[in-house]
Structure formats: C-alpha cells, structure tokens
C-alpha cells in the first residue's frame, strides 16, 4: 500500500518555455551503466554512495588537452595540480601520461614524493611553505614559486645552508578582466610590487630566478583573459631581462580552465558557455607567438585541475525519502550529503536517473543526510515523482570533491575507478569508526559515567 501523502496544486513548471526552447515535462536522462558497468552491480557491491571514476575519460581528456597546446606550442609541460585530486589512483593515471605534479603544502609534498615523483619533478606553490620542507624541496631540486617577501627570505636562508644558488620562480598576480581579480597570491605586477620582488632576488644574488607564475583564478569562461595574462607576463620577463638579465625559462600560466559543469546562476546550457579546450590554447599560443621574441620558447607550464578531472568522476546516490516542504515544493532526501560533495554549492550537477520513472516532472530540491539547513544537494531539478531506493547519478564530481570533502556526521563512502578494459578497482576504501577515532586520546577520569542524577 503506498503511503498517503496530503494533496497538493503546484505550478508545474516542467514544459514550460525558455529562451531555449520548451523543456519537456516528460523528459528523463536515464543512465543505466557507467562504462559499461550496470549502476546495479556497482551499487550491490560497493554500496551507495558511491564515487565512480572513468579512466578511459580521465586519459581522453588528458590527451586532448595536452595535444591542443603541444600541436601549437613546442615547449609544453603539465603539472598536475594535486589539490584537485590527490587520490593515488588518479595521480598514477596523471603522471603514467606525463604530467608532473603540481603540490600546494607540506602534505601535497609528500605525496607526490610517496608516488615516486622526484623533488625536480614537482612544482611548489602555496601560500606556506614551512621551512623544514623548503628546505627539503630545494635539497630535492623542486621549482619553487615565491608568494611573499618572507618567503624570499626563507630561501635565501636556505640558500645560505645549503651553500648553493637556489633557483626559483615568483608567482605574480595581475589584472587580465577577472574580477574579484585574485591579487592575495604572489606579487602584484601593475602596482610594481613584482618588479620589487624580482630586484629583491637579484639584488640578493642567493636565489636565481628562473621563472614567472601566475593563476588568474578558476573556471575562466573566457579565453581572451588567457591571451590578456600571458602577454602581460612575457612584458614583464622581457623588463627583468632588460633590468636584471632575467632568462625566463618557463612561463607557468596556473590552471583554471572550466570543466562540463553548470555552475549556478549560470544561465547559458554547457554547450553554450564552456568554450571548447582549443580556443584557450589558441588564444594562448597565438599571444605567445605575438610577444616572445624570435627563438624564445619557454617552457609553457599549465596547472589545469577541474577540467582534466571533473568528468571522470560521477556520484551514485540513492533517494532514502521523498516529502513535500510546507509550501508543496517536492523534496527528497539523498544518502549523499555536502559533506562528501562540497562542491553543491556552486555547481548544479547534471542529474540522472537509475530507471526510467513514469510521471511529470517537478521543481524538486534534493537535500543530503547531514540534519544541517545548508546540506542541499540539488536546488530545482526537474524531476518526476522519485521514490525511496531510486538512484541517482550526478556529475561531474571528479574535480575537488575528494579533497575538500570532510567526515561530519558521517563515513566516508568507497570510491571505485573503471579501468580501460571495465576492471572495477576500489581505490579508497569506505571509512568506519577506527578511521573517525584513530588520533583521538580519552583522559581515564573522562571513561566512567554517572548517568542517573
Ligand atoms: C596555483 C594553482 N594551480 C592550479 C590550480 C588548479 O586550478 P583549476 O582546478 O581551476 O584548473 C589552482 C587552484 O586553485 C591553483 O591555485
């Protein structure tokens, strides 16, 4: 017997028109396998949720991206930006197709040197660099990319210890029309605080500077800004060659290129508003060629995390309730939370369906677990009625969701990776209570209890 729900008259607004045209009320997106694997099987034998990464896609994107900048460009390096993913599977599937790492901390550090990846195959940027590590990171030969004065003095200090010239990068910020423009990274380059930076290396003589970096910001839908960053950042290598007798070797343009994902408020489809891969590297490559200098071809360094990653990666949830809110809006509760998908609050995840459900579709809000206001998982989907067990797959996930996701309330759940040849590999093991208390200690007076006052 199904259970009685009190009626309601809703303002259907599935079928209604757009400046896109008449979106169907009936119209589904049913997903029944991921590469080939049924949701069912993945589900019965991992559980749900579950996080589900495509190598097959992960490989593809890599090699498009990299041919779009190595096919116009003969100097090109990619540096796998760690914070993005650093599960062990995805960074071996990164650096088995030649990127080197791309590390932010102390622990990103050691990571990548867990994976085998050499000191001078690992690119050092970040806010903080304690200096027990920078030090290890230049005894190892990492490129290191300075972010403040102090840190200039933290390496001459090195530098100093080691009795060695240490050579280094220095991370600029800059006005390519992003605004908030990101100036809390690096040197400012239009108020002349690069230049300082720069004299304050040279005029040192313990560092050599080797390098200019520069991350502009992240999911940049415009191309153009690219063209606008690097022509800045080759002026300004040309103004220390001339000042200071700056040889650039590498030109480190960070990554920041969107992913396949709608982020909120956003309001153009996919397909309309995320440019394809080849005009950024066009728009890059063109200015380069315009501004290096006949026979300068420095090493062209791209950090690029969301859009290598995002859509290898999807999340089966599964509907534990369906309900109506107070004003009849139709809600559900997913097993899946923001607690494992932080990345909810700026993306709306493609939705789809486990089976095809009968019904018209409704403005439905879909929470998480968490017994928390903000744990909204999906925000006006349009849905037909789901019941409890539905599965629904969202994407793409791949990027962040790995790394910023925390353990509140919760275990985190297994991750799977389908190999090229649909071998299923569990790569992260879903989490229990030892994980959650392993680093916790209990005073002895704080074990016994009183419980009848
Ligand atoms: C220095 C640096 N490089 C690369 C990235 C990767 O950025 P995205 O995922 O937008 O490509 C970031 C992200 O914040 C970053 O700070």
């Known amino acids: 017997m199904s259970q009685y729900e009190k009626p309601v008259i809703k303002r259907l607004m599935g079928g209604a028109m757009n400046k896109f045209g008449r979106s169907p009320a009936y119209a589904r997106k049913v997903r029944e396998a991921i590469e080939g694997v049924p949701i069912s099987k993945l589900v019965a034998q991992y559980g749900s949720p579950l996080f589900v990464y495509s190598e097959r896609t992960i490989i593809d994107k890599y090699k498009q991206m990299f041919s779009a900048f190595s096919t116009r460009y003969p100097n090109v390096a990619f540096g796998w930006s760690y914070k993005t993913n650093y599960l062990k599977a995805i960074c071996g599937i990164m650096h088995q197709c030649g990127a080197i790492a791309e590390v932010v901390s102390e622990m990103e550090y050691m990571k990548a040197r867990g994976m085998g990846i050499p000191g001078d195959q690992i690119i050092f940027n970040g806010p903080?660099?304690?200096?027990?590590?920078?030090?290890?990171?230049?005894?190892?030969?990492?490129?290191?990319?300075?972010?403040?004065?102090?840190?200039?003095?933290?390496?001459e200090k090195v530098a100093t210890k080691l009795g060695?010239?240490?050579?280094?990068?220095?991370r600029i910020n800059l006005d390519a029309g992003i605004y908030p423009q990101w100036s809390r990274f690096g040197f400012n380059l239009e108020t002349g605080q690069a230049l300082e930076a720069a004299k304050r290396i040279f005029t040192g003589k313990k560092l050599i500077l080797t390098g200019l970096h520069c991350h502009v910001g992240t999911f940049i839908l415009e191309p153009n800004v690219y063209a606008r960053q690097v022509g800045k950042m080759v002026k300004f290598g040309y103004e220390l060659k001339a000042k200071f007798g700056f040889t650039m070797e590498h030109i480190n343009i960070g990554g920041g290129f969107p992913s396949r994902s709608r982020l909120k408020g956003t309001y153009l489809p996919v397909d309309v508003a995320v440019p394809p891969v080849d005009s950024y590297a066009k728009?890059?490559?063109?200015?380069?060629s315009a501004s290096l200098e006949p026979g300068d071809f420095p090493k062209l360094i791209l950090e690029s995390g969301r859009a290598l990653i995002d859509e290898a990666g999807m999340l089966i949830t599964t509907v534990v309730a369906a309900k109506r809110l107070a004003d009849g809006t139709r809600a559900y509760v997913a097993d899946a939370g923001v607690n494992i998908l932080p990345t909810s609050y700026w993306y709306n995840f493609n939705i789809e369906l486990d089976r095809d459900v009968p019904g018209i579709n409704e403005y439905s809000m879909i929470y998480g677990?968490?017994?928390?206001?903000?744990?909204?998982?999906?925000?006006?989907?349009?849905?037909?009625?789901?019941?409890?067990?539905?599965?629904?797959?969202?994407?793409?996930?791949?990027?962040?969701?790995?790394?910023?996701?925390?353990?509140?309330?919760?275990y985190r759940p297994n991750i799977v990776l389908i190999g090229e040849n649909g071998e299923i590999d569990l790569i992260r093991e879903a989490e229990d209570l030892t994980d959650i208390e392993r680093r916790e200690k209990i005073p002895e007076r704080l074990t016994h209890f009183n419980l009848e006052r």
């Open 128 to 155: 903080y660099k304690p200096i027990h590590i920078l030090e290890r990171a230049v005894a190892e030969g990492a490129s290191i990319d300075i972010d403040h004065l102090d840190e200039i003095n933290d390496l």
């Open 164 to 170: 060695k010239k240490v050579p280094v990068g220095i």
């Open 283 to 288: 728009a890059i490559t063109d200015e380069l």
């Open 369 to 410: 677990p968490m017994c928390m206001n903000i744990d909204v998982v999906g925000e006006g989907a349009q849905l037909p009625p789901l019941s409890r067990g539905t599965r629904m797959i969202l994407s793409p996930v791949g990027a962040y969701s790995n790394t910023q996701w925390n353990q509140f309330i919760a």
